[in-house]
């Protein structure tokens, strides 16, 4: 992958999905000024004698304490040790390497006083591949994700763990090998590192492009069982979607028009079908679909804001030597996109399994009971069904909203809390889900469409189906489940159902 040269404040949604994906990153070079006066000017203000909370202070409800000038290397390193206090299974290397990357790029705007040593250390940790062990639980998303990026920040200072590679190795260990000395914190640097939305934000990016996916394999899957079922193009008529005037429902319409265009197995039926209307999870596919695109668009704004801001306290203004004391770490940005991308990714899950159930039901969809050639002898798709309906089920009850749940901290100095972590930690394990529900919908639109043979769907459709087929044959008779279920799923979370059907532009969430 191409290396992304991040230029803070103004990264591009494609080059955090890219940096998710793999690709590495650093700095542009042109940050060097204002990261150098931003740390010049911490000493300025450091100069001046006066309490400056984070910088010569205790934090939280200890803000009052007063930290004389020999203790403030202390300071910063204490603060870094006890905040380290999550708990849980590590997070992905993706999503840790984007949150340092989204850290790297709050740094670098020149509003939080560090030094450039300690950019350069977090930039050379992801050039070299070395990704600190971080614990997925522990934060509440105000004052910013502390336990997460605290965990970062320890193995900056050569405590806790390292990713290399596939090994963990204590951090002190791992740095010496890359040939990096731990860092020495300077004043207001430890507070930086830690504070900050930049967990949460990472997760909620890494949710928004899985969902991404999900929604365009979702729109083919949606298709290729409308095809299955010989149900109606009419109600993706562009007129019907012009008057209702949603962006998301129009686009959503014309990406189904556009996939079932040229199909014979739709030219087949056009006169003589007894049916007046398709069930709604054929029929309104571009309202609930187009309803999910709105939301996940919006989600999109948010988080590309977000990801670009600068969310540490307190904020260094150089041009003033000030330190202004705020509240940029509150999450409820974030939270509130993490909990419509869950809804986004419940509702993409059940109008599928809504799509599965209606197939394997000969009274709905006209195809043999279960979708097998000899029903009763085989059972045929019965149970993946099942399976699709319990993790539509298992996604509902995790898609409640976190952000309207607050818990007080830091004995109540910290009184209102964003929730935001857990509830953009939770995305990737739904689109998981998710994910398996839109590979079970493959295989039974695929094998509804084999029925129809030797009429073949449209082109693009065809495309999807051969690039299953090329692993998974047609259901005869019973057989292990389960590896097909696993192959079919595989296509849908790398992506090659939707680049089988690429000759068909799916709507975009932003550039």
Not at 236 to 247: G, K, N, V, Y
């Amino acid at each position: 992958m191409s290396e992304i040269i991040l230029h803070p404040g103004a990264v591009s949604l494609a080059q955090w999905r890219a940096i998710y994906r793999g690709a590495p990153a650093r700095l542009d070079p042109a940050c060097a000024p204002v990261i150098a006066a931003s740390a010049a000017a911490v000493e300025r203000i450091l100069a001046k004698g006066e309490p400056v909370y984070g910088i010569n202070t205790g934090f939280g409800k200890l803000a009052s304490v007063r930290i004389g000038d020999d203790d403030l290397a202390a300071l910063q390193r204490n603060i870094v040790l006890s905040h380290a206090a999550g708990v849980g299974a590590p997070t992905p290397v993706a999503v840790t390497r984007l949150m340092m990357a989204l850290k790297l790029a709050s740094l670098a705007q020149g509003a939080s006083g560090v030094a450039p040593a300690t950019i350069a250390l977090l930039e050379a940790l992801l050039s070299k591949g070395l990704t600190p062990v971080v614990p997925g639980q522990g934060s509440v998303g105000a004052s910013g994700d502390l336990a997460p990026l605290s965990h970062m920040a320890a193995a900056m200072i050569g405590v806790g763990e390292i990713f290399v590679g596939e090994a963990r190795l204590p951090a002190a260990q791992a740095l010496a090998q890359a040939g990096l000395a731990p860092l020495i914190l300077g004043p207001k640097e430890g507070l930086a590192l830690l504070n900050g939305t930049q967990f949460s934000c990472a997760n909620a990016l890494a949710g928004l492009f899985e969902t991404e996916r999900l929604f365009g394999s979702a729109l083919i899957t949606g298709a290729l069982s409308t095809e299955a079922a010989k149900g109606s193009d009419t109600p993706f008529d562009p007129r019907i979607h012009a008057l209702r005037r949603h962006q998301g429902q129009i686009d959503t319409a014309a990406a189904l028009r556009a996939l079932m265009a040229g199909s014979a197995i739709r030219d087949s039926h056009r006169s003589g079908d007894e049916r007046v209307q398709d069930p709604y999870c054929l029929r309104c596919q571009p309202q609930v679909m187009g309803a999910v695109l709105d939301l996940l668009r919006q989600a999109t704004a948010t988080l590309a804001t977000e990801a670009n801001g600068v969310t540490d306290n307190p904020l260094i203004f150089p041009e003033a030597d000030e330190a202004l004391s705020g509240g940029n770490f509150h999450a409820e940005p974030v939270a509130f996109a993490a909990d419509m991308i869950a809804l986004a990714i419940c509702e993409i899950g059940s109008l599928a399994e809504r799509r599965i159930a209606m197939l394997v039901d000969p009274a709905l969809s006209g195809l043999p009971a279960f979708l097998t050639p000899k029903p009763g002898l085989n059972s045929g798709f019965m149970i993946p069904q099942v399976t699709a309906a319990a993790l539509v089920s298992e996604n509902k009850q995790r898609a409640y909203p976190a952000s309207v749940d607050s818990i007080p901290t830091s004995a109540n100095q910290e009184d209102h809390v964003s929730m935001a972590a857990h509830g953009a930690r939770r995305l990737l394990d739904m689109v998981q889900n998710a994910y398996s529900v839109v590979g079970i919908e493959l295989l039974a639109a695929a094998q509804g469409c084999d029925f129809h043979a030797p009429l073949p769907s449209s082109p693009a459709l065809e495309t999807v189906r051969a690039s299953l087929r090329a692993e998974v044959p047609f259901l005869d008779h019973d057989r292990h489940m389960h590896p097909d279920m696993e192959a079919a799923t595989a296509q849908v979370r790398d992506g090659r159902v939707i680049t089988a059907g690429a000759g068909v532009a799916l709507p975009v969430l932003g550039a």
